[in-house]
């Protein structure tokens, strides 16, 4: 903890001898005390006529949804890629071209089939969430031991019941790290997501103070998106050590 604080309050520092030496305007590199007051101001009179914490839960929200539709389906697709060799050898390259697509690729085709309200959001997050858990749970699939099948069969399991008694509760460990990772993905994407009617919203936040130079509301913005971010992302691993306690262990 002592080191990471130490981390924090470098890059702090460094930041704030950068904004002070005027290397570049104040549009460019505003100074953390700007940042900071516009932190306190878009919380208490908020920011296109919505409080920080609304755009904060209004992403977190879509964030969510996206990502469970994603996770959801990736353990269905990954459960299917890694057991069924004629589904893999057809749908394995999809995934991966869905996977190598950068957001921006396909929003604007969402948006035409979807319209611009919240539809085409929740869809790209979606999009963007589920190849990281489909291969991360087709890889895991695929490293499950034989002999946890066969025991499974010589005590009566049926063929349906190998997936979700046997195989996904072995390869839970590695699913987790794709949901992790899905979310993570989510989360980078959801700027992208709410660039279309995206207020209330902290990406709609940032993409309407780009459009004014408020550097600084942009800043603030992107501190928002990563300290939440990591803060989910803690609660993950702390999900992941209470569902697979054995790993790293057995």
């Known amino acids: 903890m002592a080191l990471r604080l130490g981390g ?16 570049w305007p104040p549009v ?16 208490v009179t908020g920011y296109s006529g919505y409080s920080l914490a609304d755009h904060l839960l209004v992403s977190l929200g879509r964030i969510l949804l996206g990502s469970l539709y994603g996770i959801a389906a990736g353990i269905v697709v990954g459960l299917a890629l890694g057991l069924v060799p004629a589904f893999r050898a057809v749908f ?4 991966t071209f869905v996977r190598t697509l950068p ?40 490293g499950v031991h034989e002999d946890y099948l066969n025991a499974a069969r010589s005590l009566g399991v049926s063929p349906w019941g190998l997936p979700f008694l046997v195989v996904l509760p072995s390869a839970l460990p590695e699913v987790l790290v794709g949901v992790r990772v899905a979310v993570g993905v989510a ?19 940032i ?15 992107l501190l928002v998106i990563g300290a939440s971010g990591l803060a989910i992302d803690l609660l993950l691993i702390r999900l992941q050590r209470l569902l697979v306690p054995w790993r790293g262990k057995a």
């Not at 460019?28 to 919380?43: G, I, R």
């Open 8 to 23: 924090v309050l470098a890059l702090l520092g460094i930041w704030w001898a950068v904004a002070a030496a005027q290397i």
């Open 28 to 43: 460019f590199v505003p100074t953390p005390a700007a940042v900071w007051e516009q932190l306190l101001k878009t919380s």
């Open 92 to 95: 394995g390259p999809l995934v």
């Open 103 to 142: 957001p921006l690729a396909y929003f604007s085709l969402l948006i035409i089939w979807l319209g611009i309200d919240e539809p085409p959001k929740i869809a790209l997050l979606f999009v963007a969430a589920m190849p990281p858990v489909a291969v991360a749970t087709a890889e895991a699939v695929r």
């Open 187 to 205: 989360y980078t994407t959801v700027v992208a997501a709410e660039t279309v009617n995206g207020v209330p919203g902290i990406g709609g936040m």
């Open 207 to 221: 993409r309407d103070a780009q459009r004014y130079n408020q550097t600084d509301v942009v800043v603030m913005g």
